[in-house]
């Protein structure tokens, strides 16, 4: 689908997350495009690891890093902004996430949002996209409609490891597949290089091809996949247990039956 006519909203977890999943769709959206980010992309353990003095430091690193990035892409930094929940702690903050996302999408009725599957690939992702769902079915502004909901890939557990630039399986997806032609590849590994703080995990994802679809109709009480999700082998704050019974806490909260 061509969406440079239209008012399009991305919403990322991290700064880097949208040029991994849309990085060759950027350019096309420059106009139009908001990208939002739930987190600062910056844990704190991460940021010493990395050679900053601290968290802030890091964050400040990581939005040079993206402005750099969608600066190839005609994105300005305007264009952007921070809800800045600590990386690795918006699970514990669902319902003002939504509500901050609600708040946007009636200021700028976006057509479409752009957003992460619910995977269990990291809690992060998965918490934005049960904010981002939550705030569409909530959504109701002055006769607009809601705006339609796209996913991009991002990661989750596979059979030999994290699996990266595919979707798991949901039944009746739809998944459009856009392989990159070569002046594209270029300008993703341009926009990959920007990242020098995350380059050991960009190295992990391909530069081929990017894939989105309409994002279904999750229910986020229920495990994404069986067994164990991939980002239960890391210390990231919650397990998916936890994780569920959060979801399942702000959607009474934020009032959704379904």
Known sequence: MD???????????HPDDEVIGLGSRLPHMKSS?????????????????????????YAAARRQELAAALALAGISPQQ?????????????????????????????????VYTHPYEGGHPD??????????AVKMFAGNGASRPRIYEFTS???????????????YPGSSICSKVL???????????????????????????LIEKTRPGPPYDFSQAPHAGKLYYESFDWG?????WRELAREAGQALGIKD
């Open 3 to 13: 969406d440079s006519s239209q008012p399009a909203l991305i919403i990322a977890a």
């Open 33 to 57: 495009a908001l990208v939002v980010h739930s987190t600062d992309g910056a844990p704190v353990r991460d940021a010493f690891v990395a050679g900053f003095p601290g968290k802030g430091a």
């Open 80 to 112: 952007c902004r921070y809800l800045s929940f600590g990386d690795q702690e918006i699970s514990f903050h669902l319902e003002d996430l939504a509500e901050r996302i609600l708040k946007i999408l009636r200021e700028i009725k976006p057509a479409v």
């Open 125 to 134: 992702h998965d918490a934005t996209a049960f904010a981002v769902h939550s």
């Open 155 to 169: 990661y989750h557990s596979g059979p030999s490891g994290m699996e990266t630039s595919e979707f798991l399986p």
């Open 181 to 207: 032609d070569e002046q594209e590849r270029l300008l993703k590994a341009r926009m990959f290089d920007c990242f020098v703080t995350q380059r050991h995990m960009l190295q992990q994802f391909p530069l």
């Open 238 to 242: 919650v397990d998916g247990p936890r």
